[in-house]
Every structure is written in C-alpha cells, then in structure tokens.
T-cell receptor, first 115, second 117 residues
Framework: GDSVTQMEGPVTLSEEAFLTINCTYTATGYPSLFWYVQYPGEGLQLLLKATKADDKGSNKGFEATYRKETTSFHLEKGSVQVSDSAVYFCALRGRGSSNTGKLIFGQGTTLQVKP | GAVVSQHPSWVICKSGTSVKIECRSLDFQATTMFWYRQFPKQSLMLMATSNEGSKATYEQGVEKDKFLINHASLTLSTLTVTSAHPEDSSFYIC?????????????FGPGTRLTVT
C-alpha cells in the first residue's frame, strides 16, 4: 500500500540556518503530496502542496519539489526562525482517491530552532 | 481562524466507561470527515472515514464496535470510544475537506486528548 517515510527527528538548528527535512513516498500512480505543520497546542495546518511531477510548492519561505524519479518531496527553507519550531508531516493522497480522499502521513519530524 | 472544532479538547475517564468526541465543521458543510489517532512522537493513523447519511468506513485493524462513528449532519461527526481501556489513551484528531477554488483542502481539528485511568 501507499506509504510515506520521513527523516527521524528531532532536528535542532540555530536561527538563520538552512533546513532540509527529507520525505520519500511509495504509491501507485502519481499521488498528490503535502507538507503539514503542527505548532504546539494547535491542529495540523497545510504548509504547501504539489499535485504533479516537477511541481514546486512554496509558502512562508518553505519549498518542496515533487520529484517523481526519486519519489521524494523534501522540505527546505533557507533561513529558519525560532517561530518555525514545530512538528512537520509529509503526506500523500493517492491518485485514485477523490479530491476529498484520505491522507497517508509520514511519522513527523520535530524541528527545534534555537536563538 | 479555526474552521474545524473538536470537543472536548481533553477528557479523563475511567476504564470501562464510554466517551464521545465531537468534530464540527464551522462555516462549511462536510459530507465526509476523517478520524485519526496520534500516538506520542508518532504519525497520524487514519482510523475511519465518516460519511454523512451512511455507515463509516473503517481502516483495517480498527474495531468498529469499539470506535462508533456517527455523522449525524453535514457539520457534525462524533466518535464514541466504548468501554474504554488505558490502551485507548491517545490524541484523536478529525479533519474535513473544504472546497477552495478548484480543489479541496483538508482542515484539521485541534485534537482531543483522551486519558483512560
């Protein structure tokens, strides 16, 4: 079945450092890919998404490119801030699913940014 | 602001009792809602898909008689944990898809922390 694998955390960075959180997936066909963020005490929020190969999703300085050849969707940010400290989830929605279909999540990566 | 709410945000119950968790979509209708379970430092595990006006669809390994789901209206789905045991203690999260332009986006509730003593 479909699955998502993320790099294990926690990831601890200093402010203004470069961030990469790796995400790879296994799925039949071409799924839609997502990054969600969960701030302490809050629900998951969509950070960015890509629906087809070579698409780049971007938001709030974060970027991720849908790489079909490597089945990856790595999250990057050039300069992290303390306020970026949160748990980040990579997720996919199978191509066979409708737009309202269920999401498959990776295990989450905790990011801690120190001043 | 929040578009999906959950109630209660946390609950403590005794072993053997039942607990009901509500999930509401706030200014949109949702014919489908999803219920997830999240263990500490782990991913969200999809438990079931709640369908308005019909039976819920449960994921493999999830006991439908233990986790009762009712989607009573287009804005409300409830999850009842029956005869709760300590191993049911977890963080339960719901989500609902909301139309935005030409696509849908899943909106998540803030979650309900269940502790069974």
């Amino acid at each position: 079945g479909d699955s998502v694998t993320q790099m294990e955390g926690p990831v601890t960075l200093s402010e203004e450092a470069f961030l990469t959180i790796n995400c790879t997936y296994t799925a039949t066909g071409y799924p839609s890919l997502f990054w969600y963020v969960q701030y302490p005490g809050e629900g998951l929020q969509l950070l960015l998404k890509a629906t087809k190969a070579d698409d780049k999703g971007s938001n709030k300085g974060f970027e991720a490119t849908y790489r079909k050849e490597t089945t990856s969707f790595h999250l990057e940010k050039g300069s992290v801030q303390v306020s970026d400290s949160a748990v980040y989830f990579c997720a996919l929605r199978g191509r066979g699913s409708s737009n309202t279909g269920k999401l498959i999540f990776g295990q989450g990566t905790t990011l801690q940014v120190k001043p | 602001g929040a578009v999906v709410s959950q109630h209660p945000s946390w609950v403590i119950c005794k072993s053997g009792t039942s607990v009901k968790i509500e999930c509401r979509s706030l200014d949109f209708q949702a014919t489908t809602m999803f219920w997830y379970r999240q263990f500490p430092k782990q991913s969200l595990m999809l438990m079931a898909t709640s369908n308005e006006g019909s039976k819920a669809t449960y994921e493999q390994g999830v006991e439908k008689d233990k986790f009762l789901i009712n989607h009573a209206s287009l804005t409300l789905s409830t999850l009842t944990v029956t005869s709760a045991h300590p191993e049911d203690s977890s963080f339960y999260i719901c989500s609902a898809p909301r139309a935005g332009g030409s696509s849908y986006e899943q909106y998540f509730g803030p979650g309900t922390r269940l502790t069974v003593t």
